[in-house]
């Protein structure tokens, strides 16, 4: 499902990030992290990153299942995505 709102929020908790709290906002085609935990107002799904062997699997309420090819390291998130 693609997202046509243009101010997205992801708060993640986890590994891979260079914080173990994160916030992401997306606002048309600009992306700046936070190194905070900062709740969206409103809440539209769950998820859960995991990247590892050369693969990003992410489950989300909001999105479903998708596999992303060529990312490097290892990930392991739970983040909830809404908007601000």
Known sequence: MERKNK?????EIGFGN?????????????EYRNPRLILPKLIKGIYVRM???GKE????????????KDKKGFKFLIGLEGLK
């Open 7 to 11: 101010n997205n929020v992801f708060t």
């Open 18 to 30: 260079k914080t173990i709290f994160s916030t992401e906002f997306e606002r048309r085609k600009v």
């Open 51 to 53: 990247r590892f062997f």
């Open 57 to 68: 699997y992410i489950l989300s309420t909001y999105d479903g299942f998708k596999i992303k």
